[in-house]
């Protein structure tokens, strides 16, 4: 088991060490990349919502203690099915029970719950398994906790069928919902029932009111008691009622081949738990799949075989963590392919900086008529001609637009040679000029010499 302690680093405001650095990368690494990943969360990770956890020491435990200082009642024994035997303490379930409903409602999701989200809308949630009560996945619309009406016809393909469909399975109850101690018929809280319950009283159950009443008036022998309600969660000492569909899923979900369980905000001190996680991870590790653990607290060595990495961390801290290191997880498929376009533009804008200009492309030019095409040609002989003389070039009233004027054309080309014709005689002229006055000059130097 690998441990990286984010607590430290935090609290110093401190870089992790290398050694720690390189152990995170893993494991990011390892959460983006496995694609079955079963979580396992508890009440570490609704702390943050404003959900007080159970054992720490701002936990409900130590809040019931100052509430009702003068009762014997220990903070487990408010989660134990010893307290049914006494109404004193029942009624003290009643309203504590009242007290955490509440605040459940005013609790928001935290981004830890957010990141189950995420894993389910990128096909990585095989299924998260919570101790938590709260509810909270709900809210953000995860397909949450088992409706026994839709298990209940046997049919073996159909149960595959919603059990595939559930996000999380909460092996502790839901606090939620109440049920009937007597039918076990469950109920939404309404406002009159959670007026009486934090008064520490329990409402008498409407079903089993309902059944006593037609018994009453059709003169049959009254039968069973009418049940009272409470909330639909698991005590200590109890039986979960959908044990039997909760262990038929959980084998299911072991035959899928995960490759990945994160535990998440649980110290896992509870025994049910324990096996649990045991058996998931020895099953995970038998097909190559790792084990991730996140808690503020450390987890006992006895869990090292079964542990591959120990993140001693806040999990909303991880989270954010992993929304670091990588980004591409918690975008969702059109940010990335809008992500993926921004990059191409900004490569090729990159490579166009580097890249030295190419020779520009031979363009294809329009071919004009014959006609022009044969002025132009004649035009260029002409200038070429006449630049000597600096003569007015026929383009300089040149229109491409315009047809030539052939016959202008053929007086300039024959005037041009006229030009030509004119330079070579008064260029003779000029030489034969030169040569004379050389020879005056030779008679002159001739006659001194002989003076
Ligand atoms: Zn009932």
Not at 192 to 203: E, Y
Not at 286 to 299: Q, R, S
């Amino acid at each position: 088991m690998k441990t990286i302690d984010l607590l430290e680093s935090n609290r110093l405001g401190s870089k992790l060490p290398t050694e720690d650095s390189i152990k995170l990368n893993e494991v990011t690494k390892i959460v983006f990349k496995l694609k079955k990943t079963i979580v396992l969360t508890g009440a570490g990770i609704s702390c943050n919502a404003g959900i007080p956890d159970f054992r720490s020491s701002d936990g409900l435990y130590n809040l019931v203690k100052s509430k009702y200082p003068k009762n014997c009642v220990k903070g487990q024994d408010l989660f134990d099915i010893s307290l049914f035997r006494n109404e004193l303490t029942l009624s003290l379930f009643c309203t504590f029970m009242e007290g955490l409903y509440s605040s459940s409602l005013k609790a928001k999701p935290t981004e830890t719950h957010k990141f189950i989200k995420i894993l389910k809308e990128k096909n990585k949630l095989l299924r998260c398994y919570t101790q938590n009560i709260d509810c909270l996945e709900k809210v953000i619309n995860l397909n949450c906790g088992i409706d026994l009406n839709n298990f209940n016809d046997g049919n073996n393909s159909n149960f595959n069928k919603i059990w595939k469909n559930l996000d999380v399975v909460q092996l502790h109850g839901n606090l939620q919902k109440l049920s009937c101690t007597q039918c076990f018929k469950t109920f939404n809280w309404s406002p009159d029932n959670q007026a009486q319950l934090s008064k520490g009283l329990n409402p008498e159950c409407e079903n089993c009111y309902l059944k006593y009443q037609e018994r009453l008036y059709s003169g049959k022998r009254l039968t069973g008691n009418i049940g009272m309600l409470r909330p639909d969660i698991v005590l200590y000492g109890e039986n979960h009622p959908q044990s039997e569909i909760i262990s038929k899923g959980l084998s299911l979900d072991m035959s899928l081949k995960s490759d990945l369980l994160i535990i998440m905000g649980t110290s896992l001190k509870v025994d049910g738990i324990k096996k649990l996680v045991r058996n998931l991870s020895k099953t995970i590790h038998d097909k190559g799949g790792l084990v991730i653990f996140i808690n503020k607290t450390p987890i006992s060595k006895s869990w090292s075989n079964l542990i591959d990495y120990e993140i001693l961390s806040d999990c909303d801290d991880f989270i954010k963590v992993l929304k670091h290191e990588i980004p591409d997880l918690f975008l969702t498929q059109e940010q990335l392919d809008s992500k993926k376009l921004s990059n191409n533009k900004e490569k090729t804008k990159e490579e166009s900086l580097l890249t030295p200009p190419s020779t520009p492309k031979k363009t294809k030019i329009k071919r004009e008529p014959k006609k022009f095409k044969r002025a132009e040609s004649n035009s260029k002989k002409i200038n070429k001609a006449t630049n000597s003389f600096k003569l007015p070039s026929p383009q300089s009233s040149f229109n491409e637009d315009d047809e030539p004027d052939l016959d202008e054309l053929k007086m300039t080309s024959n005037r041009s040679r006229a030009l030509r014709a004119f330079t070579r005689s008064q260029m003779n002229q000029e030489r034969s000029i030169k040569v004379k006055r050389e020879l005056e000059d030779v008679d002159i130097n001739t006659k001194r010499i002989k003076l």
